[in-house]
């Protein structure tokens, strides 16, 4: 495993780490403890040290798995945990960004993750009106204050969003995450450039596209109901499939598993420190940590 430092927040994190929203069950299946507790003994194995989850994966589900599952070794963990929304049902959410409910929410997540504290603590894409209230500020920085959190992050949407970027600093936000993999390059234009400018972490979200970049899927793929997949349009579905097809003919080397391929491509950008791929199993964690040695 190589490492890298996430910005302003002096972290030393794993350049590929693990994305958990696959234990919220809204993936095409349900997780059990020992399930999850496998994942992660395989990822630390791996040198894996930076775990990403977020308070509405289920009804903060991903947390407690991951609480229970590195509670007795939480010091070898960074974890990096969101804040804004509150899970009602599959895909469905109510946004709460207002100051009592994000510190009820802290609460929870500290609760589920059997924690006193959160390493990175994130926005989890907040509308502009939403990110740019002070009063929000105040409290996300009152959390760090009282030893709650240690670092504040911001999880951005749309991924050309510079004017959180911008103001981020203002924020005490000290790393940002975004989607960016190879068939979502909107933000190589402003946003990476500004994130570097201002020495801002940067975490690469969806960096296997949504598994698309894993090679294992072809148009016409289907996906069941219960996964997010599932839900989105079939023929913009096959078009990037289509495009993954391309990608792997022309781009990726012979003997090259596509998605240690993929994840190693959005290392190489510069302003990226690591990117948070999901994984079902541990042999995925194996294949993804792979990437360490392509970056």
């Not at 990096?80 to 599959?90: E, L, N, P, S, V």
Request: contains cysteine; proline residues 4%; charged residues 25%.
């Amino acid at each position: 495993m190589k490492y890298r430092i996430l910005g302003k927040t002096g972290l030393r994190v794993s350049v590929v780490g693990v994305g958990t929203w696959q234990f919220g069950g809204e993936w095409g299946r349900t997780y059990t403890q020992a399930e999850a507790d496998a994942v992660l003994a395989e990822a630390q194995a791996c040198g894996i040290n930076l775990i990403d989850t977020a308070e509405c994966y289920g009804d903060h589900l991903s947390e407690r798995l991951i609480g229970h599952a590195i509670h007795a070794r939480r010091a070898d963990w960074i974890v990096a945990t969101k804040f804004g929304h509150a899970f009602r049902g599959h895909l469905d959410r109510s946004r709460q960004f207002a100051p009592a409910e994000v510190r009820q929410q802290l609460e929870d997540s500290l609760r589920a993750l059997r924690t006193d504290y959160i390493d990175l603590y994130q926005y989890h894409s907040p509308e502009d009106a939403e990110f740019e209230l002070e009063a929000l500020w105040e409290t996300v920085q009152r959390f760090v204050t009282e030893g709650k959190v240690r670092h504040v992050g911001l999880s951005v949407s749309p991924n050309t969003n510079i004017r959180q970027v911008a103001a981020s600093p203002r924020a005490g936000v000290e790393a940002v995450q975004i989607i960016y993999n190879r068939l979502s390059r909107q933000c190589e234009a402003e946003t990476l450039p500004a994130c570097q400018r201002a020495n801002l972490g940067v975490l690469a979200r969806i960096p296997l596209a949504s598994g698309y970049l894993s090679g294992k899927y072809k148009p016409g793929a289907t996906f069941p109901a219960n996964d997010v997949r599932g839900s989105r349009n079939r023929a913009d579905e096959d078009k990037l499939l289509a495009e993954v097809q391309e990608i792997a003919r022309l781009e990726v080397p012979a003997g090259v598993p596509m998605a240690s391929w993929a994840l190693a491509w959005c290392l190489k950008h510069p302003a990226v420190t690591c990117v948070i791929p999901g994984c079902k199993d541990p042999q995925q964690v194996r294949l993804n940590a792979a990437a360490a040695d392509l970056a």
